[in-house]
Protein backbone atom coordinates (compact mmCIF):
# COMPACT_ATOMS: atom_id res chain seq x y z
CA UNK A 1 0.00 0.00 0.00
CA UNK A 2 1.43 3.13 -1.14
CA UNK A 3 1.22 6.32 0.78
CA UNK A 4 -0.90 8.05 -1.91
CA UNK A 5 -3.48 5.18 -1.95
CA UNK A 6 -4.28 6.96 2.08
CA UNK A 7 -5.13 10.04 2.58
CA UNK A 8 -3.62 12.54 5.48
CA UNK A 9 -4.86 15.95 6.70
CA UNK A 10 -4.70 18.53 4.74
CA UNK A 11 -5.66 16.36 1.71
CA UNK A 12 -8.75 17.54 0.05
CA UNK A 13 -10.89 13.96 -0.54
CA UNK A 14 -14.25 13.35 -2.35
CA UNK A 15 -16.46 11.43 -0.13
CA UNK A 16 -19.78 9.57 -0.55
CA UNK A 17 -21.63 8.81 2.64
CA UNK A 18 -24.44 7.97 5.21
CA UNK A 19 -24.85 8.89 8.47
CA UNK A 20 -26.90 7.01 10.66
CA UNK A 21 -28.45 7.37 14.65
CA UNK A 22 -30.24 4.84 16.31
CA UNK A 23 -29.79 2.56 12.72
CA UNK A 24 -31.48 4.78 10.54
CA UNK A 25 -30.57 7.40 8.12
CA UNK A 26 -30.35 11.13 9.03
CA UNK A 27 -28.06 12.43 5.91
CA UNK A 28 -26.35 11.17 2.67
CA UNK A 29 -25.25 11.96 -0.61
CA UNK A 30 -25.74 8.08 -1.73
CA UNK A 31 -28.80 7.79 -3.95
CA UNK A 32 -30.72 4.92 -2.22
CA UNK A 33 -29.81 5.71 1.09
CA UNK A 34 -30.43 9.63 0.36
CA UNK A 35 -34.24 8.33 -0.63
CA UNK A 36 -34.66 6.71 2.87
CA UNK A 37 -34.47 10.48 4.26
CA UNK A 38 -35.81 12.72 1.62
CA UNK A 39 -37.83 10.84 -1.72
CA UNK A 40 -37.44 14.30 -3.57
CA UNK A 41 -33.60 15.55 -2.60
CA UNK A 42 -30.54 15.22 -5.22
CA UNK A 43 -27.74 13.81 -3.74
CA UNK A 44 -24.34 16.24 -3.87
CA UNK A 45 -21.21 16.07 -4.38
CA UNK A 46 -18.96 16.50 -1.52
CA UNK A 47 -15.29 17.70 -1.21
CA UNK A 48 -13.90 17.99 2.04
CA UNK A 49 -10.33 19.42 3.66
CA UNK A 50 -9.92 16.72 5.72
CA UNK A 51 -8.70 17.84 9.31
CA UNK A 52 -9.93 21.20 8.57
CA UNK A 53 -13.43 20.73 10.91
CA UNK A 54 -15.82 20.36 8.26
CA UNK A 55 -17.12 16.56 9.22
CA UNK A 56 -17.90 16.19 12.90
CA UNK A 57 -14.57 15.54 14.93
CA UNK A 58 -15.18 12.18 15.71
CA UNK A 59 -15.65 11.57 11.93
CA UNK A 60 -13.02 13.14 10.95
CA UNK A 61 -10.45 12.28 13.11
CA UNK A 62 -10.81 8.68 12.33
CA UNK A 63 -10.60 9.05 8.52
CA UNK A 64 -6.58 9.67 9.08
CA UNK A 65 -4.57 7.69 7.36
CA UNK A 66 -7.64 5.20 5.54
CA UNK A 67 -7.64 4.21 1.74
CA UNK A 68 -8.95 5.78 -1.07
CA UNK A 69 -11.62 3.52 -2.85
CA UNK A 70 -12.55 1.61 0.72
CA UNK A 71 -15.71 1.36 1.94
CA UNK A 72 -15.54 1.46 6.05
CA UNK A 73 -18.12 1.95 8.61
CA UNK A 74 -17.12 4.08 11.51
CA UNK A 75 -18.68 4.74 14.47
CA UNK A 76 -18.59 7.90 16.57
CA UNK A 77 -19.54 8.98 20.08
CA UNK A 78 -21.95 11.95 20.76
CA UNK A 79 -18.88 13.90 22.76
CA UNK A 80 -17.20 13.76 18.74
CA UNK A 81 -20.11 14.66 17.12
CA UNK A 82 -23.02 16.81 18.16
CA UNK A 83 -21.90 17.05 22.13
CA UNK A 84 -24.51 16.24 24.99
CA UNK A 85 -27.70 17.62 25.06
CA UNK A 86 -28.09 20.99 27.00
CA UNK A 87 -30.91 21.56 29.07
CA UNK A 88 -30.55 25.48 29.31
CA UNK A 89 -31.95 24.99 25.09
CA UNK A 90 -35.04 24.10 26.51
CA UNK A 91 -37.06 27.26 26.11
CA UNK A 92 -40.11 28.30 26.85
CA UNK A 93 -41.56 30.98 24.30
CA UNK A 94 -45.06 33.08 24.33
CA UNK A 95 -47.46 31.28 21.67
CA UNK A 96 -47.87 35.08 20.08
CA UNK A 97 -44.39 35.11 19.01
CA UNK A 98 -45.47 32.11 16.65
CA UNK A 99 -48.97 33.49 15.78
CA UNK A 100 -47.79 37.05 14.89
CA UNK A 101 -45.53 35.00 12.73
CA UNK A 102 -48.77 33.23 11.48
CA UNK A 103 -47.27 29.74 12.35
CA UNK A 104 -49.33 27.19 13.94
CA UNK A 105 -47.13 25.21 16.95
CA UNK A 106 -47.55 21.83 17.00
CA UNK A 107 -45.54 19.22 19.21
CA UNK A 108 -43.27 17.53 17.05
CA UNK A 109 -42.50 20.57 14.44
CA UNK A 110 -39.35 21.40 13.56
CA UNK A 111 -38.43 24.48 11.61
CA UNK A 112 -35.92 27.76 11.74
CA UNK A 113 -36.03 30.04 14.36
CA UNK A 114 -33.16 32.42 14.86
CA UNK A 115 -31.15 30.85 12.31
CA UNK A 116 -31.02 27.49 14.74
CA UNK A 117 -33.18 24.72 14.42
CA UNK A 118 -35.85 24.00 16.78
CA UNK A 119 -38.24 21.50 18.14
CA UNK A 120 -41.66 21.89 19.39
CA UNK A 121 -41.71 19.94 22.44
CA UNK A 122 -45.12 21.02 23.86
CA UNK A 123 -47.78 23.60 23.58
CA UNK A 124 -49.73 24.79 27.11
CA UNK A 125 -51.75 27.47 27.02
CA UNK A 126 -50.44 30.74 26.00
CA UNK A 127 -46.42 28.80 26.62
CA UNK A 128 -44.72 26.78 23.84
CA UNK A 129 -42.12 24.54 25.38
CA UNK A 130 -39.04 24.22 22.61
CA UNK A 131 -35.84 22.71 22.09
CA UNK A 132 -32.99 24.36 20.39
CA UNK A 133 -30.90 21.31 20.80
CA UNK A 134 -29.45 19.77 17.63
CA UNK A 135 -31.74 17.14 16.69
CA UNK A 136 -28.49 14.74 16.99
CA UNK A 137 -26.93 15.89 20.41
CA UNK A 138 -26.99 13.25 22.83
CA UNK A 139 -26.53 10.35 19.78
CA UNK A 140 -24.40 8.19 19.20
CA UNK A 141 -23.64 8.10 15.62
CA UNK A 142 -22.41 5.81 12.59
CA UNK A 143 -21.26 6.46 9.19
CA UNK A 144 -21.03 4.35 5.77
CA UNK A 145 -17.82 6.38 4.20
CA UNK A 146 -15.90 5.79 1.19
CA UNK A 147 -13.00 8.03 0.06
CA UNK A 148 -13.62 8.29 -3.88
CA UNK A 149 -10.46 10.35 -4.64
CA UNK A 150 -7.75 12.79 -3.58
CA UNK A 151 -8.82 16.24 -5.45
CA UNK A 152 -5.77 18.34 -7.14
CA UNK A 153 -7.50 20.40 -8.96
CA UNK A 154 -7.31 23.84 -7.33
CA UNK A 155 -10.39 25.11 -8.85
CA UNK A 156 -12.32 22.32 -7.20
CA UNK A 157 -10.48 22.76 -3.75
CA UNK A 158 -11.45 26.67 -4.03
CA UNK A 159 -15.22 25.95 -5.03
CA UNK A 160 -15.25 23.35 -1.42
CA UNK A 161 -13.51 25.85 0.41
CA UNK A 162 -16.30 29.08 -0.56
CA UNK A 163 -19.06 26.83 0.06
CA UNK A 164 -17.64 26.03 3.63
CA UNK A 165 -16.52 29.26 4.74
CA UNK A 166 -19.16 31.63 2.80
CA UNK A 167 -22.19 28.86 2.55
CA UNK A 168 -22.64 30.01 -0.83
CA UNK A 169 -20.01 29.83 -4.09
CA UNK A 170 -19.46 33.22 -5.37
CA UNK A 171 -17.93 34.25 -9.14
CA UNK A 172 -14.41 33.13 -9.12
CA UNK A 173 -11.50 32.10 -11.03
CA UNK A 174 -7.96 30.86 -10.62
CA UNK A 175 -5.25 32.62 -12.20
CA UNK A 176 -1.77 31.32 -11.94
CA UNK A 177 -1.01 31.61 -7.79
CA UNK A 178 -4.64 33.54 -6.71
CA UNK A 179 -7.95 32.62 -6.58
CA UNK A 180 -9.95 35.68 -7.53
CA UNK A 181 -13.05 36.39 -6.07
CA UNK A 182 -15.48 38.97 -7.78
CA UNK A 183 -18.54 40.52 -6.33
CA UNK A 184 -19.77 43.55 -3.98
CA UNK A 185 -17.67 45.60 -2.03
CA UNK A 186 -19.61 43.68 1.07
CA UNK A 187 -18.08 40.43 0.62
CA UNK A 188 -14.33 42.26 0.88
CA UNK A 189 -14.21 42.02 4.65
CA UNK A 190 -15.56 38.40 4.60
CA UNK A 191 -13.24 36.93 2.11
CA UNK A 192 -9.94 38.61 3.48
CA UNK A 193 -10.77 36.46 7.15
CA UNK A 194 -9.82 33.61 5.07
CA UNK A 195 -6.67 34.28 2.83
CA UNK A 196 -4.17 32.83 5.65
CA UNK A 197 -6.44 29.34 5.62
CA UNK A 198 -6.48 29.55 1.60
CA UNK A 199 -2.62 30.15 1.36
CA UNK A 200 -1.96 26.87 3.74
CA UNK A 201 -4.88 24.37 2.19
CA UNK A 202 -4.39 25.89 -1.39
CA UNK A 203 -0.92 27.71 -1.42
CA UNK A 204 -2.68 30.18 -3.36
CA UNK A 205 -3.25 34.44 -2.75
CA UNK A 206 -7.17 34.57 -2.24
CA UNK A 207 -7.74 38.24 -4.02
CA UNK A 208 -10.82 39.90 -4.09
CA UNK A 209 -12.05 42.46 -7.09
CA UNK A 210 -15.07 44.31 -6.84
CA UNK A 211 -17.71 43.69 -9.34
CA UNK A 212 -20.08 46.89 -9.65
CA UNK A 213 -23.59 45.83 -9.94
CA UNK A 214 -25.30 46.12 -13.43
CA UNK A 215 -26.93 49.06 -14.38
CA UNK A 216 -31.01 48.25 -14.51
CA UNK A 217 -32.25 47.47 -17.56
CA UNK A 218 -34.56 50.88 -17.38
CA UNK A 219 -31.89 53.28 -16.69
CA UNK A 220 -29.88 51.88 -19.88
CA UNK A 221 -32.55 52.33 -21.81
CA UNK A 222 -33.51 56.00 -20.22
CA UNK A 223 -29.48 57.17 -21.01
CA UNK A 224 -29.65 55.63 -24.78
CA UNK A 225 -32.60 58.20 -25.42
Do not use: H, W
Not at 49 to 58: H, I, N, R, S, T
Not at 70 to 94: H, N
Amino acid sequence: MTQEQKVKKNDFIEILFTGYANDKPFDSNIEEDLKQINPEAKPEKIIIALGQGMLVPGLDNQLEGKEIGREYEIEVPYKEAFGQRDRTLIKTIPLKSFTEQKVNPQPGMVFTLDNSLVKIIAVSGARVITDFNNPLAGKDLKYKITIVRKVTDAKEKSEALLKTFLRITPEFEVKDEKVVIKGPKIFEGVINMYKDKFRELIGKELVFEEKKEEKKLEEKLEENK
